[in-house]
């Protein structure tokens, strides 16, 4: 890094999960501690120069570029974020990782446990900080799930469902693209917003153990192909239904749907423990529900929290940090990449690493094999060959 109070940075990937990290990266400095710390948006890159430019004049880079090698030979880049197709992770993440810069990339990291695992191995041998991005464990709401369920407030899990209900899929109209070809993303709704579900699972219960059993559906087999009569065959899943075990023996459903009419985007999870449960929803993400054993039987039941200052990540992302003013999905890209600063800053590995990330790749992996084979899957046996 060229100082410690200025980080320059480079996007590569303009599309939509890039503009996510573009917009946490020009709000770095809202956190405490952060304030004096200058981002400088160097450039953005991608291979289509037109969006590469867009990007770079709507969130304020210096410039856009096509060629990554003169970015990864740039001594004075610091930090790289990485925002594309599933397919491309593995032909391109080696040498951004080699680099010897910073490096976070958004999820999931490859098509396949595999192709995972040998972007961990390039991870774990380098100098610099590297991690993985989950932004949905940033929401205060979910936050405070997690820390009630590691506080021991409901007991010991016994139960869970999480769930990822989203309808970018839903319309059979919609143009295929490479999130519906096996050979691009690995997987389809499990890869692209399950890994999500399963990230969370094993942030708020625990590791996953085994998928016990699994369904993979496709609803709609074709879709047509943008300038052309022609259809393209979907070969990925729509729906995923998933019963998994985790390590510490609690048992669970994971349900995630792309094509759930009319709900545009919704995260959550409902945990279960020996003396209460707790609840999240993304569409809902300025509130959680918790419930407790304790006090008087007449007003016994679970309450709704309002997120404020006193939960996780809010008053670092919050335009107005007061209770109630909520918090959303734009905001955990920005505690996303805040945290992601902060390990730079402490040389301290982010929380959201390429093994954790290797973690949610092996549950794809062994849900595909469970649905596949109707047999239970532990995870240890669920690396497969790259697609």
């Known amino acids: 890094m060229s100082s410690r109070s200025t980080l320059r940075v480079a996007l590569v990937g303009a599309g939509a999960a890039g503009q996510a990290h573009a917009f ?3 709000n ?6 952060l304030e004096s710390v200058k981002i400088d948006l160097a450039v953005v890159v991608d291979p289509n120069l037109e969006l590469a430019q867009r990007t770079a004049d709507r969130y304020g880079y210096g410039r856009a570029t096509a060629d990554l090698q003169s970015v990864l030979g740039d001594p004075t880049i610091d930090a790289i974020s990485v925002a594309l197709p599933n397919s491309v992770h593995a032909d391109v993440l080696p040498a951004i990782l080699r680099s010897g810069k910073h490096v976070l990339a958004e999820k999931p990291i490859g098509r396949s446990a595999s192709e995972a695992a040998e972007l961990v191995t390039i991870a774990e041998n380098s100098t610099a900080v590297t991690g993985v991005g989950f932004s949905f464990r940033r929401l205060p709401g979910l936050a405070a799930v997690h820390d009630a369920v590691a506080d021991g407030a409901i007991g010991t899990v016994r139960s869970f469902t999480a769930w990822y209900n989203a309808d970018y899929g ?3 109209k919609a143009p295929f693209a490479w999130r519906y070809t096996k050979e691009a993303a690995g997987a389809g709704a ?3 917003i399950g890994t999500h579900a399963i990230d969370t699972v094993q942030h708020v219960v625990g590791p996953i153990r085994r998928i016990v059993s699994a369904t993979l ?3 709609i087999a074709e879709r047509p192909i943008p300038g052309s009569t022609e259809t393209g065959i979907v070969d990925t899943d729509d729906i995923a239904l998933l019963t998994v075990e985790t390590e510490s023996g609690a048992i669970g459903q994971i349900h995630v749907n792309r094509i759930a009419v009319g709900i545009p985007n919704s995260l959550g999870i409902e945990v279960h423990g020996e003396n209460g449960h707790a609840r999240f929803d993304s569409i809902s993400a300025g509130e959680f529900h918790i419930h407790l054993n304790e006090g008087p039987s007449t007003v016994l039941g679970p309450r709704r ?3 404020g200052p006193q939960h996780p990540y809010f008053s670092d992302v919050a335009a107005m940090p007061g209770g109630g003013v909520g918090t959303g999905y734009a905001e ?3 505690a996303e990449i805040q945290h992601f600063v902060r390990c730079i800053l402490a040389d301290r590995p982010m929380d959201t690493s390429f093994p954790s990330a290797l973690g949610v790749m092996r549950a794809v992996d062994a849900a595909q094999k469970s649905a596949t084979t109707g047999t239970a899957v532990e995870l240890d046996a669920a690396v497969s060959s790259p697609a």
């Open 24 to 26: 946490g990266f020009r």
């Open 28 to 33: 770095v400095s809202m956190a405490a501690g």
């Open 170 to 172: 839903a319309d059979p």
């Open 190 to 192: 499990l890869i692209d």
């Open 217 to 219: 559906r496709t609803e």
């Open 305 to 307: 929290v309002f997120t």
């Open 332 to 334: 955990a890209f920005v």
